[in-house]
């Protein structure tokens, strides 16, 4: 099974920050890799699909990067609406669809 | 517009089962294949399996094979996902998701299931 793993765990920033999150793969997933935002009590929000391309109606300030076993997802300028849970996932092996162990964006 | 809408919370027994609904609407449902993924309270998304629509063909996580079947009925536009042994660390909230090209692109609400003696 393919292994995906997020660091930070948490993450406390303030609004306007610049933000990255990183997400490694155990094996090559080539481009396969999307980027989730749950909100507390909320079903998860896909925000980037294939590593960087940008999920309709989600605003430019979200860019994801990477390629093989290494991604990022940045948030250029966080907003208060930004602090919430982000999920990697990875969709190479398409028997069996990982999510990282999360990443918590938190106020400071 | 795409809608998918889970059934209702369940409270169940140790060593019961419980059968989780999913109904889509606003596209051809035959057309897209449907995960499920569950949340513990408090933890992160596990991903459990997945079903094609159309053929009824499935795949599950190997933490949940012999424990999990996934079915549908494309006259209700409904998946099913029923788990059956449950304990407590079943608990969970329980969403369906729709794959588009290799991403989740839409979710259910969740049904909680909480499984307490």
């Known amino acids: 099974d393919i292994q995906m793993t997020q660091s930070p765990s948490s993450l406390s920033a303030s609004v306007g920050d610049r933000v990255t999150i990183t997400c490694r793969a155990s094996q090559s997933i080539s481009s396969y890799l999307n980027w989730y935002q749950q909100k507390p009590g909320k079903a998860p929000k896909l925000l980037i699909y294939a590593a960087s391309s940008l999920q309709s109606g989600v605003p430019s300030r979200f860019s994801g990067s990477g390629s093989g076993t290494d991604f990022t997802l940045t948030i250029s300028s966080l907003q208060p609406e930004d602090f919430a849970t982000y999920y990697c996932?990875?969709?190479?092996?398409?028997?069996?669809?990982?999510f990282g162990q999360g990443t918590k964006l938190e106020i400071k | 517009q795409v809608q998918l809408v889970q059934s209702g919370a369940e409270v169940k027994k140790p060593g019961a089962s419980v059968k989780v609904s999913c109904k889509a609407s606003?596209?051809?449902?035959?057309?897209?294949?449907m995960h499920w993924v569950r949340q513990a309270p408090g933890q992160g998304l596990e991903w459990m399996g997945i079903i094609n629509p159309s053929g009824g063909s499935t795949s599950y996580a190997q933490k949940f094979q012999g424990r999990v079947t996934m079915t549908r009925d494309t006259s209700t536009s409904t998946v099913y996902m029923e788990l059956s042994s449950l304990r407590s660390e079943d608990t969970a909230v329980y969403y369906c998701?729709?794959?588009?090209?290799?991403?989740?692109?839409?979710w259910g609400q969740g049904t909680l299931v909480t499984v307490s003696s």
């Open positions: 606003g596209y051809t449902f035959t057309s897209y294949y």
């Open positions: 996932q990875q969709s190479y092996s398409t028997s069996m669809y990982t």
């Open positions: 998701a729709r794959e588009f090209q290799q991403q989740l692109d839409y």
